[in-house]
């Protein structure tokens, strides 16, 4: 074994360190600096693959393998891409093993699977297959933490799909550190990503997440991988989401939704209906508004609630859309919607649990905060999208025909969108109003 020598790595970017510094000298990020020990190289005989050209590759290169899932399909970007690296990260006991074992299951009826673990026992897999009613028979099963040994295994029974739970508790025998440490899970993330590019095996790697919410290691271990995926679950809903961060086989940002039961997580097909509490909607304060996630529209319920305040400070809260844009808005419903907010309390909540990243819901919580206001319900059958700007123009968003096509699915009959997002063919059952001023949207929606 070569000798080992100590340095400090950082866990954002990766950078090397010969003593320890309160911020890293690369990426200027504070306390992420940590002690590890490291290896010093060895010269050995170079050995690898020699050269091809684009001609000479099999022809199926757009092959992918089905997951049982259409919605992790999806996520994925079509399927299960040969020798790709998926990351899947997520809060302990959101169900990380569970949707991996099911997967691995409808897998192992078309390719060998290997799963190998590092924190339960056999006897805990084997629980959790039978509570899930799974035919996993033809699933290969290894408890180890040595990546060695797990790369060895799968090469010996050949498999094509392997599982790695968790990455965390991989060690290989060329670092002397802990089993999770910087050092560590860099080195294992490197063997397996070239074991899998050499040999076109697909690798599924479940890792932890720190307090923040990030897959816990150096940063370089995402930019590493070819899809990272992360679970996300509200305590007080019963669906899962899947939302891809980075996929180099499809495009980022699509989400997956899916409900847990007794039997293991169920895909919805429709995941409009449930961030739609109902179909109708007449109550003050709240509106439908069609967010664009990943390559689909999706219909979300915006709710508004404006209350008296009872302090010096009115309270501004937002929950699954930007707290800084609501700020934003109610200034400019001040100056351009002649409404007085300032010793009003005002909360907005995006129904579900869902996050809404992008600006398109601009307008609607507007409307719904003008409704709840006013005391006013909106039209009934209404939805709305569209960004607003500081001047109070209404701008227009991407994929504008799309969402009111999808709209118009759902059986509604009236949108107030940007003028520009008017398209040319309008749906049928389904009246659009495009605007350009916020007076113009607040006339059109009562």
């Not at 997951?67 to 992790?72: P, V």
């Not at 599924?204 to 720190?210: A, E, M, Q, S």
């Not at 990272?228 to 899962?240: A, G, H, I, K, Q």
């Not at 400019?332 to 002649?338: A, C, E, Y």
């Amino acid at each position: 074994m070569a000798k080992a020598r100590t340095a400090y790595v950082c866990t954002e970017c990766g950078a090397h360190s010969v003593k320890w510094a309160g911020q890293c000298p690369d990426c200027a990020s504070w306390n992420t600096l940590s002690r590890t020990t490291i290896s010093s190289p060895t010269s050995k005989a170079v050995s690898g693959a020699a050269p091809v050209t684009i001609e000479s590759l099999p022809g199926d290169l757009e092959h992918r393998n089905s997951t049982g899932f259409d919605e992790f399909d999806r996520v994925l970007g079509g399927g299960l891409v040969p020798g790709a690296v998926v990351l899947l990260g997520g809060d302990p006991g959101v169900g990380k093993s569970t949707l991996l074992q099911q997967v691995s299951s409808h897998l192992a009826a078309e390719l060998p699977v290997l799963y190998a673990t590092g924190e339960e026992s056999l006897r805990q897999v084997g629980q959790r297959s039978h509570r899930l009613g799974l035919a996993s028979a033809d699933i290969q099963l290894l408890a180890d933490t040595s990546i060695e040994n797990i790369l060895q295994q799968a090469s010996a029974c050949a498999a094509k799909v392997l599982v790695i739970d968790s990455v965390q508790t991989m060690v290989t025998t060329d670092l002397p550190s802990a089993p999770g440490s910087v050092a560590q899970l860099r080195q294992c993330v490197g063997r397996l990503v070239q074991f899998a590019k050499q040999t076109e095996v697909s690798v599924f790697v479940i890792g932890h997440v720190t307090k923040e919410g990030t897959i816990a290691g150096p940063r370089v271990v995402e930019h590493m991988v070819d899809t990272v995926l992360y679970v996300e679950n509200d305590l007080s809903s019963r669906f899962t989401l899947i939302r891809s961060v980075k996929n180099r086989f499809g495009a980022s940002g699509e989400m997956g939704v899916f409900a847990m039961t007794e039997n293991g997580f169920k895909q919805v097909s429709n995941p409009s209906a449930i961030f739609l509490s109902r179909e109708s909607i007449s109550e003050p304060g709240s509106i439908v508004s069609v967010a664009w996630e990943g390559s689909r529209a999706l219909l979300v319920e915006i709710q508004a609630l404006v209350a008296d305040g009872n302090g010096s400070y009115p309270k501004r809260l937002a929950t699954g859309v930007d707290q800084n844009r609501l700020a934003l808005l109610l200034a400019v419903l001040q100056r351009h919607g002649d409404l007085e907010l300032t010793a009003e309390d005002v909360f907005v909540n995006v129904v579900g649990g869902l996050r809404i990243s992008e600006t398109a819901v601009d307008l609607p919580a507007l409307l719904a905060i003008v409704s709840s206001f006013r005391n006013r319900p909106c039209r009934d059958r209404l939805v709305s999208f569209g960004e607003i700007g500081l001047a109070g123009e209404i701008r227009p968003v991407r994929f504008g025909s799309e969402r009111i096509l999808a709209a118009a699915k759902q059986g509604f009959t009236h949108a107030i969108v940007a003028e520009g997002n008017v398209p040319r063919k309008i749906p049928d059952g389904i009246k659009v109003s495009g605007v350009r001023r916020v007076s113009e949207a607040l006339d059109a929606a009562f």
